[in-house]
C-alpha cells in the first residue's frame, strides 16, 4: 500500500498556499510511517526547470502520485504543468533541507496526466565537490576562459529567464485587465459603439497597469482576478461617475 503524505505549497509569495495529499509510488508503506525520510511537510517553490536538462549528478528519490481537492490547487498546476509548451517542464522546490520536483506525467494509457513529486538528491554533487575541493589546484589560463566563459553564460541565461518571466506575468495581467475593462463598460451601458468607448478603455487600462506597475517588475504569480477587477471597478466609478 502506498504512504498518504500530506504537503502544503507555498508558491512563492509567502501569501498563497496550496494542500496536496501524496502517495508514495516506489515504496511499500508497511512499517515506513507518515513521515517520509525523505519529503518533509511544507514546501516552497522556488523555480521552474526543464527536466530534459536536469543534471546528471541529480538522482531521483522517492515519487510520489499527488493529489488535492482544492481546486485552486487544481487550477495552478493546470496552468503551470499541463499544457502543451510546459509538457517538460518541472516546478523545483524547497523542502525541509532537500529539494524536491513536480511535473506532469502521462498515464500508461496514453490518457489523463497526473502530477507526480520526486525527491532530488543532491549527495553526489556534494561529493564531486568534496572530491574537487581535496585534489591539487592545477588550473590552466585555457581552463580560467572556460570557466568565465560558462560563468557568462549561466548568468545570461538567468537573466533571459527571469525576463521572460515577467513578460509572461505582464502579458497575462494585460489580458484579464482588458476583459474586467470590457466587461465593467458593458456593465455601465457603455457599449463598442459608444463614442467615448475607446478613450474609456485605453485610460482605463493604462491606469490600472500603471497602478501595478511594481507588481510587474519582478517574475511571481499573476495577481488573482479578483484584485485585477476591484481595480478596475475602482478606476471606472471615477471616470463614470458623470
Known sequence: MPVEHGLKLDVGDGKVFLELYLERLDADAEGAGMQSKGLARNARVMSYIDRRKLPL???????????????????????????????????????????????AQQTQDGGVYQIRCVVLDF????????????????????ELLVARRRDSLLRNRSRVSTHAQIADFRRQFS????????????????????????????????????????????????????????????????????
Open 57 to 103: 549528478w541529480v538522482r531521483r528519490e522517492e515519487c510520489y502520485a499527488c493529489g488535492s481537492e482544492s481546486t485552486t490547487t487544481a487550477a495552478y498546476f493546470r496552468s503551470k504543468l499541463m499544457k502543451q509548451r510546459h509538457v517538460y517542464r518541472g516546478i523545483v522546490a524547497t523542502q525541509g533541507s532537500g529539494f524536491c520536483m513536480f511535473f
Open 123 to 142: 549527495t553526489l554533487k556534494q561529493q564531486l565537490d568534496r572530491g574537487l575541493w581535496q585534489a591539487p589546484k592545477r588550473t590552466t589560463p585555457l
Open 175 to 242: 489580458k484579464t485587465c482588458a476583459s474586467c475593462v470590457l466587461s465593467g463598460l458593458r456593465l455601465r451601458g457603455i457599449p463598442e459603439t459608444h463614442p467615448e468607448f475607446q478613450a474609456l478603455f485605453k485610460t482605463t487600462l493604462a491606469t490600472v497597469e500603471f497602478a501595478h506597475r511594481h507588481d510587474m517588475s519582478a517574475p511571481r504569480e499573476p495577481l488573482g482576478f479578483e484584485t485585477v477587477q476591484e481595480s478596475v471597478e475602482t478606476v471606472l466609478k471615477l471616470f463614470t461617475s458623470s
